[in-house]
Antibody, heavy 117, light 112 residues
Framework: EVQLVESGGGLLQPGGSLRLSCAASGFTFSSFWMHWVRQAPGQGPVWVSHIGRDGTYTEYADSVRGRFTISRDNARNTLYLQMNSLRVEDTAVYYC??????????WGQGNLVTVSS | EIVLTQSPLSLPVTPGEPASISCSSSESLLRSNGRSYLSWYLQKPGQSPQILIYVASNRASGVPDRFSGSGSGTDFTLQISRVEAEDVGVYYCMQGQRTPYTFGQGTKLEIK
């Protein structure tokens, strides 16, 4: 059974840092591009970042570039999102997604990050 | 960035009746391979989005055949041949043509 389990979310103040993790199982993790997508309360999904199969290629949305870093550890079957200089507008449920928009598209259950003073 | 515009934004449907959602793109989603990189998702209440259709017209694994996708270039349609109660939720189109990947505003389907 394919599983993507996000963890690491929580409540923090503006300017803080957090690292999200996504543990993958049930498939060959190293064979897929992986993505982070977020969804603010009551809003639609927004793509945040993606990373290539071996971790050497990454891209970011303008809103997070320079503050967020995506990475992966294929030996541990884990995807990461390091989030620095967090803002109130970063408040959202963060989803880990396999093969976004493709045949093998699969989303985790999501992890809530709340940035508030 | 590519903007996707969905219509309608609200869709009340009687069970057993058909339903249709449109998605219009500000740029062509057609690649040189002849495929349009437009996907459709359903987000049921309290759940993560789940893919229904990829590359405009391909039904994802496990998706009932009452769901179908059509279109190419800039104009796309999701059709449900006979709506069932379990189809309620918000439907999103999404483009994978180029980054930043973007989603439509969403169409909320409800049962009359």
């Amino acid at each position: 059974e394919v599983q993507l389990v996000e963890s690491g979310g929580g409540l923090l103040q503006p300017g803080g840092s957090l690292r999200l993790s996504c543990a993958a199982s049930g498939f060959t993790f190293s064979s897929f591009w992986m993505h982070w997508v977020r969804q603010a309360p009551g809003q639609g999904p927004v793509w945040v970042s993606h990373i290539g199969r071996d971790g050497t290629y990454t891209e970011y949305a303008d809103s997070v570039r320079g503050r967020f870093t995506i990475s992966r550890d294929n030996a541990r079957n884990t995807l990461y999102l390091q989030m620095n200089s967090l803002r109130v507008e970063d408040t959202a449920v963060y989803y880990c997604v396999r093969d976004l928009y493709g045949r093998d598209d699969f989303w985790g259950q999501g992890n809530l990050v709340t940035v508030s003073s | 960035e590519i903007v996707l515009t969905q219509s309608p934004l609200s869709l009340p449907v009687t069970p057993g009746e058909p339903a249709s959602i449109s998605c219009s793109s500000s740029e062509s989603l057609l690649r040189s391979n002849g495929r349009s990189y437009l996907s459709w998702y359903l987000q049921k209440p309290g759940q993560s989005p789940q893919i229904l259709i990829y590359v405009a017209s391909n039904r994802a694994s496990g998706v009932p055949d009452r769901f179908s996708g059509s279109g190419s270039g800039t104009d796309f349609t999701l059709q449900i041949s006979r709506v069932e109660a379990e189809d309620v939720g918000v439907y999103y189109c999404m483009q994978g043509q180029r980054t930043p990947y973007t989603f439509g505003q969403g169409t909320k389907l409800e049962i009359k």
